[in-house]
T-cell receptor
Framework: GDSVTQMEGPVTLSEEAFLTINCTYT??????LFWYVQYPGEGLQLLLKATKADDKGSNKGFEATYRKETTSFHLEKGSVQVSDSAVYFCALSASTYSGNTPLVFGKGTRLSVIA | NAGVTQTPKFQVLKTGQSMTLQCAQDMNHNSMYWYRQDPGMGLRLIYY???????DKGEVPNGYNVSRLNKREFSLRLESAAPSQTSVYFC??????????????FGPGTRLTVL
Protein backbone atom coordinates (compact mmCIF):
# COMPACT_ATOMS: atom_id res chain seq x y z
CA GLY A 1 0.00 0.00 0.00
CA ASP A 2 0.87 3.66 -0.07
CA SER A 3 3.34 4.83 2.56
CA VAL A 4 5.46 7.78 3.61
CA THR A 5 8.79 7.63 5.41
CA GLN A 6 10.29 10.73 6.93
CA MET A 7 13.39 11.29 9.01
CA GLU A 8 12.98 10.76 12.69
CA GLY A 9 13.49 13.61 15.05
CA PRO A 10 13.75 15.48 17.09
CA VAL A 11 15.81 17.95 15.13
CA THR A 12 17.38 20.82 17.06
CA LEU A 13 18.88 23.76 15.17
CA SER A 14 20.19 27.19 16.00
CA GLU A 15 18.41 30.20 14.58
CA GLU A 16 19.41 30.97 10.97
CA ALA A 17 20.64 27.42 10.36
CA PHE A 18 19.71 25.49 7.20
CA LEU A 19 16.95 22.93 7.52
CA THR A 20 16.36 19.72 5.61
CA ILE A 21 13.73 17.15 6.57
CA ASN A 22 13.82 14.09 4.34
CA CYS A 23 10.68 12.44 3.02
CA THR A 24 10.34 9.48 0.67
CA TYR A 25 7.20 7.75 -0.46
CA THR A 26 5.78 4.59 -1.99
CA UNK A 27 2.59 4.92 -3.99
CA UNK A 28 0.72 3.52 -6.93
CA UNK A 29 -0.16 5.91 -9.68
CA UNK A 30 0.68 9.59 -9.47
CA UNK A 31 0.33 10.94 -5.95
CA UNK A 32 0.04 14.50 -4.78
CA LEU A 33 2.54 15.32 -2.02
CA PHE A 34 2.06 17.60 0.96
CA TRP A 35 3.87 19.04 3.93
CA TYR A 36 1.71 19.88 6.91
CA VAL A 37 2.88 21.69 10.04
CA GLN A 38 1.54 21.38 13.58
CA TYR A 39 2.39 24.15 16.03
CA PRO A 40 2.18 23.34 19.74
CA GLY A 41 -1.38 22.78 20.90
CA GLU A 42 -2.88 23.24 17.44
CA GLY A 43 -4.22 21.17 14.58
CA LEU A 44 -2.36 20.57 11.34
CA GLN A 45 -2.22 23.18 8.63
CA LEU A 46 -0.99 22.93 5.10
CA LEU A 47 2.52 24.29 4.59
CA LEU A 48 2.98 23.49 0.90
CA LYS A 49 2.09 20.94 -1.74
CA ALA A 50 3.07 19.65 -5.18
CA THR A 51 0.75 17.76 -7.47
CA LYS A 52 3.01 16.46 -10.23
CA ALA A 53 6.61 15.49 -10.89
CA ASP A 54 9.18 18.32 -10.82
CA ASP A 55 6.70 20.73 -9.21
CA LYS A 56 8.14 22.85 -6.44
CA GLY A 57 5.91 23.85 -3.54
CA SER A 58 6.91 26.88 -1.49
CA ASN A 59 5.52 28.90 1.40
CA LYS A 60 6.95 31.02 4.26
CA GLY A 61 10.51 30.37 3.05
CA PHE A 62 10.04 26.59 2.97
CA GLU A 63 10.46 24.66 -0.27
CA ALA A 64 10.07 21.08 -1.45
CA THR A 65 10.44 19.59 -4.93
CA TYR A 66 8.51 16.55 -6.14
CA ARG A 67 11.19 14.11 -7.39
CA LYS A 68 9.57 11.14 -9.10
CA GLU A 69 12.88 9.48 -9.98
CA THR A 70 13.90 9.29 -6.31
CA THR A 71 10.33 9.18 -4.91
CA SER A 72 11.22 12.03 -2.58
CA PHE A 73 9.77 15.33 -1.36
CA HIS A 74 12.37 16.77 1.01
CA LEU A 75 11.51 19.93 2.95
CA GLU A 76 14.11 22.73 3.07
CA LYS A 77 14.46 26.19 4.51
CA GLY A 78 17.52 28.37 4.20
CA SER A 79 17.34 30.14 7.55
CA VAL A 80 15.09 28.86 10.33
CA GLN A 81 13.56 31.01 13.05
CA VAL A 82 12.43 30.19 16.57
CA SER A 83 8.85 30.53 15.33
CA ASP A 84 9.42 27.55 13.00
CA SER A 85 9.54 25.19 15.99
CA ALA A 86 6.79 22.68 15.30
CA VAL A 87 6.11 19.13 14.12
CA TYR A 88 6.29 18.65 10.34
CA PHE A 89 4.37 15.90 8.54
CA CYS A 90 4.93 14.67 5.03
CA ALA A 91 1.82 13.19 3.40
CA LEU A 92 0.55 11.85 0.11
CA SER A 93 -2.79 11.41 -1.58
CA ALA A 94 -3.05 8.79 -4.27
CA SER A 95 -5.56 6.02 -3.69
CA THR A 96 -9.09 6.73 -4.78
CA TYR A 97 -11.02 3.79 -3.34
CA SER A 98 -14.70 4.63 -2.95
CA GLY A 99 -14.06 7.88 -4.81
CA ASN A 100 -12.20 9.52 -1.95
CA THR A 101 -8.65 10.70 -1.48
CA PRO A 102 -7.56 10.13 2.11
CA LEU A 103 -4.13 11.32 3.14
CA VAL A 104 -1.35 8.93 4.18
CA PHE A 105 0.96 10.58 6.71
CA GLY A 106 4.53 10.08 7.78
CA LYS A 107 5.20 9.85 11.51
CA GLY A 108 6.22 13.47 11.85
CA THR A 109 9.48 15.24 12.62
CA ARG A 110 9.72 17.56 15.60
CA LEU A 111 11.84 20.65 14.97
CA SER A 112 13.15 22.83 17.79
CA VAL A 113 14.93 26.06 16.92
CA ILE A 114 16.95 27.74 19.64
CA ALA A 115 17.94 31.39 19.71
CA ASN B 1 -15.42 31.88 9.07
CA ALA B 2 -14.40 29.47 11.86
CA GLY B 3 -13.13 26.67 9.58
CA VAL B 4 -13.27 23.29 11.34
CA THR B 5 -14.41 23.26 14.96
CA GLN B 6 -14.30 20.34 17.41
CA THR B 7 -15.84 19.77 20.81
CA PRO B 8 -14.82 19.01 23.46
CA LYS B 9 -11.16 20.04 23.60
CA PHE B 10 -10.35 17.67 26.45
CA GLN B 11 -12.14 14.62 27.87
CA VAL B 12 -11.37 11.98 30.47
CA LEU B 13 -13.37 8.76 30.43
CA LYS B 14 -13.39 5.58 32.42
CA THR B 15 -13.10 2.24 30.65
CA GLY B 16 -16.48 1.22 29.26
CA GLN B 17 -18.00 4.69 29.13
CA SER B 18 -19.29 6.12 25.88
CA MET B 19 -18.99 9.53 24.32
CA THR B 20 -19.41 11.41 21.05
CA LEU B 21 -16.86 13.79 19.58
CA GLN B 22 -18.44 16.56 17.55
CA CYS B 23 -17.02 18.19 14.42
CA ALA B 24 -18.43 20.95 12.22
CA GLN B 25 -17.12 22.87 9.23
CA ASP B 26 -18.41 26.07 7.66
CA MET B 27 -16.54 25.91 4.35
CA ASN B 28 -19.26 24.02 2.45
CA HIS B 29 -16.88 21.09 1.97
CA ASN B 30 -18.16 17.77 0.71
CA SER B 31 -15.68 15.44 2.42
CA MET B 32 -14.92 15.03 6.12
CA TYR B 33 -12.48 12.82 8.02
CA TRP B 34 -11.60 11.60 11.48
CA TYR B 35 -7.97 10.85 12.42
CA ARG B 36 -6.23 9.81 15.57
CA GLN B 37 -2.71 10.95 16.46
CA ASP B 38 -0.51 8.82 18.69
CA PRO B 39 3.12 9.48 19.63
CA GLY B 40 5.49 8.17 16.97
CA MET B 41 2.61 7.02 14.74
CA GLY B 42 1.69 10.08 12.75
CA LEU B 43 -1.99 10.46 11.92
CA ARG B 44 -4.12 7.44 11.08
CA LEU B 45 -7.50 7.62 9.40
CA ILE B 46 -10.41 6.22 11.39
CA TYR B 47 -13.42 6.98 9.17
CA TYR B 48 -14.25 9.36 6.40
CA UNK B 49 -17.30 10.67 4.62
CA UNK B 50 -17.01 11.46 0.94
CA UNK B 51 -20.34 13.28 0.90
CA UNK B 52 -23.45 13.80 2.96
CA UNK B 53 -25.07 10.45 3.62
CA UNK B 54 -21.99 8.27 3.02
CA UNK B 55 -19.31 6.98 5.37
CA ASP B 56 -16.42 4.56 4.93
CA LYS B 57 -13.83 2.88 7.11
CA GLY B 58 -10.26 4.04 7.19
CA GLU B 59 -7.16 2.34 8.53
CA VAL B 60 -8.21 1.96 12.20
CA PRO B 61 -12.06 1.84 12.47
CA ASN B 62 -12.47 -0.77 15.20
CA GLY B 63 -14.18 0.54 18.32
CA TYR B 64 -15.64 3.61 16.59
CA ASN B 65 -18.78 4.64 14.79
CA VAL B 66 -19.51 7.79 12.83
CA SER B 67 -22.49 9.80 11.68
CA ARG B 68 -22.57 12.37 8.91
CA LEU B 69 -25.47 14.35 10.31
CA ASN B 70 -25.60 16.85 7.44
CA LYS B 71 -23.11 18.51 5.16
CA ARG B 72 -21.59 20.52 8.02
CA GLU B 73 -21.35 17.98 10.81
CA PHE B 74 -19.51 14.68 11.25
CA SER B 75 -19.48 12.99 14.65
CA LEU B 76 -17.32 10.18 16.04
CA ARG B 77 -18.71 7.89 18.73
CA LEU B 78 -16.90 5.60 21.13
CA GLU B 79 -19.49 3.10 22.39
CA SER B 80 -17.33 1.45 25.06
CA ALA B 81 -14.07 3.30 25.59
CA ALA B 82 -10.83 1.39 26.12
CA PRO B 83 -7.41 2.65 27.31
CA SER B 84 -6.05 1.92 23.80
CA GLN B 85 -8.29 4.74 22.55
CA THR B 86 -6.37 7.31 24.54
CA SER B 87 -5.23 9.66 21.81
CA VAL B 88 -5.65 13.05 20.19
CA TYR B 89 -8.48 13.07 17.68
CA PHE B 90 -8.56 15.39 14.69
CA CYS B 91 -11.40 16.14 12.35
CA UNK B 92 -10.65 17.45 8.87
CA UNK B 93 -12.55 18.47 5.76
CA UNK B 94 -11.82 18.95 2.07
CA UNK B 95 -13.75 20.38 -0.81
CA UNK B 96 -14.03 17.57 -3.30
CA UNK B 97 -14.08 13.83 -2.72
CA UNK B 98 -12.52 12.92 -6.02
CA UNK B 99 -9.51 15.21 -6.22
CA UNK B 100 -6.21 13.93 -4.90
CA UNK B 101 -4.87 17.50 -5.08
CA UNK B 102 -7.27 18.84 -2.48
CA UNK B 103 -6.02 20.38 0.74
CA UNK B 104 -7.48 19.05 3.96
CA UNK B 105 -8.31 21.56 6.70
CA PHE B 106 -7.96 20.40 10.27
CA GLY B 107 -9.70 21.23 13.51
CA PRO B 108 -7.79 21.96 16.73
CA GLY B 109 -8.19 18.42 18.09
CA THR B 110 -9.74 16.64 21.08
CA ARG B 111 -7.40 15.17 23.66
CA LEU B 112 -9.04 12.03 25.06
CA THR B 113 -7.77 10.01 28.02
CA VAL B 114 -9.36 6.68 28.93
CA LEU B 115 -8.53 5.42 32.40
Amino acid sequence: GDSVTQMEGPVTLSEEAFLTINCTYTATGYPSLFWYVQYPGEGLQLLLKATKADDKGSNKGFEATYRKETTSFHLEKGSVQVSDSAVYFCALSASTYSGNTPLVFGKGTRLSVIA
Amino acid sequence: NAGVTQTPKFQVLKTGQSMTLQCAQDMNHNSMYWYRQDPGMGLRLIYYSASEGTTDKGEVPNGYNVSRLNKREFSLRLESAAPSQTSVYFCASSEDQGRRTDTQYFGPGTRLTVL
